[in-house]
């Protein structure tokens, strides 16, 4: 059976992916901070698709936890979902300075070493993939999320670039950006989303789906839903100050 290694595994758009690629056959190794609630989502996963599903508790703002991590990609995934990530509850100069590098450590150093430690073994065996997890705030202006989503998908598009002239037509590397999902995120990032339209919500199973059926055409940077599709191309079209005024009002009032 393939193997997928999907970081931020138990909870939101990562539990989504876990799910659905268990349902696909695939053994699945689930990284996340939270021991109990990882062998717990282990369970039920084995328990309803057996499949194996193998738990890795570590934190990929420490050290430690991020070469634990690295030393399992390298052990060998087929396809490894790099979801990990977390907001801020203020805006810069509102948080804290250390919890701003943390936050640039989980979305761009992890996402780099870990693509790093995966792809090797994908390229000698002639196949597997890569999805970055980043978001419509790559193309909008929200501050150090924002600048580390926007990170995420020229880093993608880059690597996958240097991975086609390598010839590895069947290894993919893919940066995933959705817009607003139901999810914890928002709640544990203490933001106030009770104003966002609701044709703005985006079901997570949809965006998993969306991302692997992008994934296996080769699309570099997946955009679910219309409306976000919209949204993205206006943001190209539109004065750059502009775009930073409305964005930055948009879903940034914090409880």
């Known amino acids: 059976m393939p193997t997928a290694l999907i970081t931020g595994a138990t909870a939101g758009i990562g539990s989504a992916f876990a799910r659905r690629l268990a349902s696909d056959g ?20 084995g ?5 194996r599903a193998e738990v890795l508790a570590a934190d990929l703002a ?3 936890g991020l070469a634990a991590a690295e030393r399992r990609v390298r052990d060998g995934v087929d396809l490894l979902v790099n979801n990990a990530g977390f907001g801020h509850g203020g805006r810069f100069l509102d948080v804290p ?11 761009c150093e992890a996402v780099l070493r870990l693509t790093h430690a995966a792809l090797p073994g994908m390229l000698e ?6 999805v970055n997890v980043s978001s ?26 240097d991975i086609a002239a390598r010839g590895g037509h069947d290894v993919r590397v893919m940066a995933l950006c959705p817009g607003f999902v139901r999810t914890e995120f928002h709640e544990r990032a203490g933001m106030d989303v009770s104003g966002i339209p609701e044709a703005l ?24 839903g219309v ?9 190209r079209l539109v004065p750059s100050s502009l775009v930073g005024r409305v964005s930055s009002r948009v879903g940034r009032r914090y409880d």
């Open 26 to 45: 695939f053994d699945l190794v689930l990284l996340a901070r939270d021991a109990e609630r990882l062998d717990r989502a282990a369970r039920e996963l």
């Open 47 to 51: 328990d309803v698709y057996a499949v």
């Open 62 to 64: 420490a050290d430690e």
């Open 97 to 107: 300075l250390d919890n701003e590098l943390r936050m640039l450590r989980v979305h």
């Open 125 to 130: 065996r002639g196949r597997g993939g890569v």
């Open 136 to 161: 419509t705030a790559a193309f909008l202006v929200r501050g150090t999320y924002g600048a580390s989503k926007a990170w995420v998908v020229s880093f993608s598009k880059g690597v996958a670039e």
């Open 201 to 224: 919500w985006l079901d997570k199973d949809m965006v998993v789906d969306t991302a692997l059926r992008d994934l296996r055409r080769g699309v570099r940077v997946s955009v679910p």
């Open 227 to 235: 409306q976000y599709k919209a949204v993205v191309g206006l943001s």
